[in-house]
Structures are given as structure tokens and as C-alpha cells.
């Protein structure tokens, strides 16, 4: 938030905000916040503490199990016998104390898995507890404390705040939504300011804190840390930041991110006005997420192992400027209406004549979202395709709009050359929503013919879509002898020739998006059906 476009006049500040979303019609400034809040939430990696196991779980799986012997012949089974001794030998009530026999270094290492109450009454109970306790990485969740759901948070602060600063061992990981903690030499880090005031400052221990790995801060006013002595020690070991509806200037967030040099994962989530925009100067940093933020610009200038760039916008126009990023293989979604797109100095326009340094030979995955109504826009996707000439996988996000003039309809989409994308690597095309007006046709039916290494197409299972299905059966299945699959979100990497009925659950793209394990942050599973299923549109 800005409190008069410039960064000269410094972000607006809370108490401003407040004023501000007060003086609106509606909710109150509280109320509006409080909404925000479990938003932010629901994005934040997953607990580093599991949840506790749900009462009269009878899972069978071997895997879960867990049991102690102390000899052989105890395991074996003998006719006669308690049939649990077979399998657990101490439910049988010998007396002995089996667990204590087991060495610190994997009895520290079981007590670390347990949650934060569950940990403590096993070291009280235990005869070794003390000595195996003081070794223990500490894992903190403060949505394991009791109360933690009341409207009042002050005893889970106070609670959470004891139980690190009374650990005698190291502390591995900390989740804290609701409160500050001290600073300890943490591993792992989500500190979001819960309740209000929203306005409070960061702590700049925080900022101190080198032995962190990843940090996520959520509803923090940044102190100045350019040119200033709260300029944080270099963050030798953190590989993971995320920030969360945080008021931070340009200016500190570049210095932040100079000070992390193993750096590979960034995400800002709802940041407005005070921060204008993001530059990518990194020599480790490999994905770069913006959700529903409001930057103006968003630039990968020196970005030696960037792979991903994944935006989720609101309604502004921004510029999306790719200047050295030379690993790039992920981007999107590209709003073609919002986005002003610039490789290697170039304005991207559409029908432009595509040079080398205007080309991102890495990039493998697109996504987009456009009106097909728009002609600009249908016209700008047919030059990206020759942005990206080793594309393998397209998603196509089409927004419904009323023709504005759909003159050219068919006829655009017939007089379009083939690009090197479509005739040797795009393999995968993923439409969400329905394509019913002439023009959303008559791009399928391009992609479809143009399309020679095409192996999967992907539409919304919808009455609506009835039209595009029909061509697909009628052109790409019959032509290429494809199998239908079915996605509950889109397709990771069909097998060869695949009609995919793709849903695009848009929640699950940010955690998608930081984990590296996953190829494809716009994608999940399929599940296959067999070929010869009549699969009725109408029943989806």
C-alpha cells in the first residue's frame, strides 16, 4: 500500500490501511483482515509436526505398525500362545520397560515425531526421559496446544513462548501463527502476527537469525534494512522464504534477498502498494512465486537457475520482463490482457516477427489466460508459440466473454502458419473452461492440425464443452487411436495420445508451485478409463 504512488513519501502504513478500509461501505477493517487471514493460512507449507492420529484409526498397514522384541524366539509364533505376542510382544504385560533399552540417538529420534503434548508426557513418563529429551530436536506447532482454535490466543503465545525458551536441546522447527518467539537457533520458521494490530513491526532478531532453512512471515510491518543497522546477518542457510500480506519496500526486499545466497525458493502472497516490484537477482534462486499480489513489474534479470515464475494476479497491469534467466522451463499464468510481456530487452507483441533474442529456448511449460473473443489477445497466443519454440505443454485458462468482434473467427485461425513448437515438441494442450464461440473452435481445431507431436488434449468435462469434445473424438482420437484418461486436476504427462478431462482446482497451484518434486505446478494425477467407456458429458 502506497500512500502517494511514490516510494520516496514510504508505504502506507497500517494504521492508514485501517482508516482507509473503515471509511469503506461494509465489512470493517478487523472484519476484512480476519477474512484474509485463514486465506493466508490454507497456503503455508505443510505442518513440519504430523497431526495426531485421528481415535479408533485400525489401519492395517504394515507400514504404520510398530513394534519392539527382545529376542528372536519372542517373535516367533507358537501354537497355543497370545496371538499379539506374535507381533508385539510387550502387549502381553511382562513388565519390562522395552523402550528405555533402545539407544538415546533413536529414542531421541522417535520422541522428534511425536507432537509437541505427545513428546511431552512420553519424556515424563519415561525412566531415560530427561537425558533423551535434552537431545531432542524440538518440533513446535502451536496448532497442537490445547485452545488453540479459542478466539483468545494470549495463553498459546504464552505456552508456545515457555516451551522454546525452556528447551534445553536444539529447536528444529517452529509453525507460529498466532504469536512472536524468541529467537533460538531454528531450522524452520512460520511466524505470522495474529491478532491485530496489524501494524506490528518485525521483530529484527528474525532477521538475525542465520541458522535458518525456511522462513515464511506473515502480516509484518518490514523495518528499513537498506542502509540502516537493522541490516540482517547473511542467511548462509536459508533456502526458503515466503511472505505474506507483509508491508516491505522495494528497497529492503532487495537487501533481504542479497543476503540469502542458497536461496531457491521465494513467494510473496498478497502484497499491495508498499512493494512495487519484484527483481530476480539471484545466483541459486529457482522459483519465483507472486500470488495475488500487486506488483507493476516483476523482472528476472540475473537469474542463472531460475526454473519457474508463477503468478496468480488480481485486476492490474503489470510487466513480466525475462532478461537473463537462461534455466527458465515453467511460466505462468500469463493473463494476456493484464501482462506486458519483454524477453531480452524485446516488447512481445502480437503478430510481431519473432527474432533469436526474443525466443526462450529452455521455457517447456506455458500457461496462459485469455479471452479468444479478444482478437489482441488470440493473437498475441499465436505469437508466444513462437516465443517458446521447444514448448511441450500448454494450459490454456479461457475466460467467457462476449464476441467482440469474432469476424475473424475461423478464418484467423485457418491462415496461421505451424512454428517449430507445434510441428516437433508441444505434446499436451489443457483447456480450462468451455470453448463454444466460433473463435475458441477455431483455435482447437488449429492446435489440433498444426499440432504434429501432439499426444494429449485436455477439456473441461462440462454439457457446455459437448462441441470441442466432439472434435477432438472426431479428429485426434480416431486419427491417433487415443485412450481416455480422467484428471482431478490436469494431466502430469499423459501416456501417447490421451483425451484428458481436465478441472483446475486453482488452491492447490501455489503449494504445486514450491514443490520441486512435481513437474508440472499447473497439473495432477490421472486416472485412467478404459478407451471403449461412453463417457457422457452430462454425467460430470
Known sequence: MDAGGGEDRGPMTYAQAEQFFTSLEGPTAQERIDYIFPFLISLLPRPFVPTPEVAGDDSDSDNERFSLTSSDSEASGVAGTDPAAAFHPAAVGDGEDHISHLPDALLSNIVSRLTTQEAARTVVLSTRGGGVWAATPLLVDDAHFVGADRH????????????????????????????????????????????????????????RCASLERLYLGVWHFPKISGSAARPSVFHKLRELGLFHCVVRDKDLDALLAHCPKLEIFSIVMSYGALSRLRIVSPSLRVAVDWQSTLDE???????????????????????????????????FLNLNLHKLEIGGIAIRARMNVRARAMVPSLKILAV????????????????????????????????????????????????????????????????????????????????????ALKAVGLCPSPNNKVAMDLVLASFVQSKEASFVESKGASRGGSSADVILAKMDGSRIFQNAIDMSLDDPFSADNIPLSSSDNIPLSCF
Not at 536441546?169 to 531454528?186: H, K, M, N, S, Y
Not at 485457418?414 to 516437433?424: K, R, V, Y
Request: charged share 20%; with cysteine; hydrophobic share 45%.
Open 369 to 452: 489466460t485469455l479471452q479468444f473473443a479478444c482478437n489482441q489477445e488470440a493473437k498475441m497466443l499465436s505469437t508466444l508459440l513462437k516465443c517458446f519454440p521447444h514448448l511441450e505443454k500448454l494450459h490454456v485458462l479461457a475466460i467467457p466473454s462476449k464476441p467482440l468482434n469474432s469476424a475473424h473467427g475461423l478464418e484467423f485461425w485457418e491462415s496461421l502458419d505451424s512454428c517449430e513448437c507445434l510441428q516437433l515438441h508441444l505434446n499436451t494442450l489443457i483447456v480450462y473452461g468451455c470453448l463454444v464461440q466460433t473463435n475458441e473452435i477455431g483455435f482447437l481445431q488449429y492446435m489440433i492440425r498444426e499440432g504434429k
Open 152 to 207: 483468545s490466543d494470549i495463553p498459546i503465545m504464552r505456552a508456545v513462548s515457555r516451551c522454546v525458551a525452556a528447551h534445553p536441546g536444539p529447536v528444529r522447527a517452529a509453525r507460529v501463527t498466532r504469536v512472536f518467539l524468541r529467537q533460538r537457533d531454528v531450522q524452520d520458521l512460520i511466524l505470522f502476527n495474529r491478532p491485530w494490530p496489524i501494524n506490528m513491526p518485525l521483530p529484527e532478531d528474525i532477521l
Open 298 to 332: 516483476v523482472s528476472a534479470e540475473d537469474a542463472p537457475c531460475l526454473e519457474r515464475m508463477i503468478f496468480q494476479t488480481i485486476d492490474t497491469r503489470r510487466s513480466i520482463k525475462i532478461v537473463s534467466a537462461p534455466r527458465l522451463e515453467v511460466l505462468g
